[in-house]
Each structure stands twice: as structure tokens, then as C-alpha cells.
T-cell receptor, first 116, second 110 residues
């Protein structure tokens, strides 16, 4: 049973470009979460999605950031017009279809975004 | 504001001894707590969790203790093994939106 998959593992962008980060949840999981980890900090919640629905995006910056989880295909975290402060590790997690708040979140290996 | 705090950035423990990692929280709405372990260049791996209706949960070498009145939880690892060397994060939530601490780097000395 494959775990949560994220790609790319490393992404380098110049200021002003767009970054697209992909996350495929574990088989049987329909809940996806995105977190960001800045250097020397803990993971910060960004957004919680179910298939075709954004459930909670209270941790998302108001501008330039968007997320989706389509009916088919991976979840995408999109950052437009990246700035140096967006450099971080972005982690995706998934949990089972039951949606219980105590369901364990299983994390992917992360995408390390570097903005030059 | 840091609602989940891990005040020890690092900890070194002799192999075979007990490792105790601590975590404090400030949000009274938190009622579900988890510990994750993270190796470099990997995502966090779930270790153990506890809900606020309990004060202890045990899984093999790992035990988590919760003191609700002090808003404090701890993770005990015994006996400590070299493979336990990693960064440990505590996380908490009233729901799926987890709040993480900044982590404690545990080093097990052979």
C-alpha cells in the first residue's frame, strides 16, 4: 500500500513564477491537508480538502495561494508569483474516508520549494 | 502566538535509557494530541496519540502522558534505541486542523 506521494520533491523557481505542488493521498483516503514548514519552525496548517471541496482554508495566505482536490487526479497546491518568503517545505497529509477528526493524518515526504 | 510549545530544541540520551520529550499547550479547546517523528528529508511519521478523556496511552516502547490541568503532555521512549534519533513534533487540535510545536531533536548516544 503506497503512502502519500508528493512531487516534485524539490522545486526551484525564480521570483514571479508559478509553483505547482502535487499530492496523491494514500489509497482509500479522501481527505487531504496541506502544511508548510518554514526553517526552524513547526508545521503550519494551510488547507483541508475533500474531493472537489475545500473544507477549511483558514491557514492559506489570502493572495497568490490556491488549492484544489479534483474528482480525478492529485491535489494541487498552486502558488502564483512566488516570492523569496515562500521558500519552505510543503507537506501534504491524508486521512481515511471516515472523516473522523481523530483519524490519523499520514504525511508525504514533502516538496522543498526554493525561490531564487 | 505559539499555542503548542516544545521548549527543548534538543535532547541527548544514552542508548537503553529513557527519553522524555515534553510539550505544553495554551489552547483549552485542544482535546486531541499526537506525536510525530521526522527524519531529515522525509515527512513526519505518526507515532502515538491521546485524547483528552485519557491521561495515558501506551504503544510498545512509546507512552504518552497527558496532564490537562497543567496543559502538558510528554512522550516517554524506553528503552531508547539508535533508530529513535530524529526530530519529534507534538501536535494538537480540536479538529483536523493540527497545530504543531517546533520540534525537539533527539539524539541517542550508543
Amino acid at each position: 500500500n503506497a503512502g502519500v506521494m508528493q512531487n516534485p520533491r524539490h522545486l526551484v523557481r525564480r521570483r514571479g513564477q508559478e509553483a505547482r505542488l502535487r499530492c496523491s493521498p494514500m489509497k482509500g483516503h479522501s481527505h487531504v491537508y496541506w502544511y508548510r514548514q518554514l526553517p526552524e519552525e513547526g508545521l503550519k496548517f494551510m488547507v483541508y480538502l475533500q474531493k472537489e471541496n475545500i473544507i477549511d482554508e483558514s491557514g492559506m495566505p489570502k493572495e497568490r495561494f490556491s488549492a484544489e482536490f479534483p474528482k480525478e487526479g492529485p491535489s494541487i497546491l498552486r502558488i502564483q508569483q512566488v516570492v523569496r518568503g515562500d521558500s519552505a517545505a510543503y507537506f501534504c497529509a491524508s486521512s481515511p474516508v471516515s472523516g473522523s477528526r481523530t483519524d490519523t493524518q499520514y504525511f508525504g515526504p514533502g516538496t522543498r520549494l526554493t525561490v531564487l | 502566538d505559539q499555542q503548542v510549545k516544545q521548549n527543548s530544541p534538543s535532547l541527548s540520551v544514552q542508548e537503553g535509557r529513557i527519553s522524555i520529550l515534553n510539550c505544553d499547550y495554551t489552547n483549552s479547546m485542544f482535546d486531541y494530541f499526537l506525536w510525530y517523528k521526522k527524519y531529515p528529508a522525509e515527512g513526519p511519521t505518526f507515532l502515538i496519540s491521546i485524547s483528552s478523556i485519557k491521561d495515558k496511552n501506551e504503544d510498545g516502547r512509546f507512552t504518552v502522558f497527558l496532564n490537562k490541568s497543567a496543559k502538558h503532555l510528554s512522550l516517554h521512549i524506553v528503552p531508547s534505541q539508535p533508530g529513535d534519533s530524529a526530530v519529534y513534533f507534538c501536535a494538537a487540535g480540536p479538529n483536523e486542523k493540527l497545530t504543531f510545536g517546533t520540534g525537539t531533536r533527539l539524539t541517542i548516544i550508543p
